[in-house]
């Protein structure tokens, strides 16, 4: 934003003004790229297995009491100590390895 407002202050003002203002605006522009890529860098994206407990997953293989569920276009092994069917809606409670506990979801 501020690099175009320093090429019409370029053009548009007469000289000396058209520089000065020009190398304000684009002190500006370097200013404004600084501070965003400083305040972007360091942020972490939230990735990992246990962001998932809570969420809730469909039933795709009978749960009784094992069974297999899609969570996020991803299939995991799950257990399910009340059953689940297919199509069912079910919530991850825990991880063990690479098999999810879980349970039916509340009503909505």
Not at 63 to 76: D, Y
């Amino acid at each position: 934003m501020f690099f175009f407002i320093a090429l019409i202050l370029l053009f548009a003002l007469p000289h000396p003004w058209n520089v000065i203002g020009f190398g304000v605006a684009l002190v500006v522009f370097v200013g404004e790229v600084l501070f965003w890529h400083s305040r972007v860098r360091h942020k972490r994206e939230a990735t990992g297995a246990d962001l998932m407990i809570g969420a809730t997953a469909t039933v795709i293989g009978a749960c009784r009491p094992r069974g297999q569920v899609r969570l996020r276009g991803e299939i995991w092994e799950a257990r399910c100590a009340a059953g689940a069917d297919v199509g069912d809606e079910v919530v991850i409670r825990s991880r063990d390895g690479l098999v999810l506990t879980v349970e039916a979801a509340p009503a909505p």
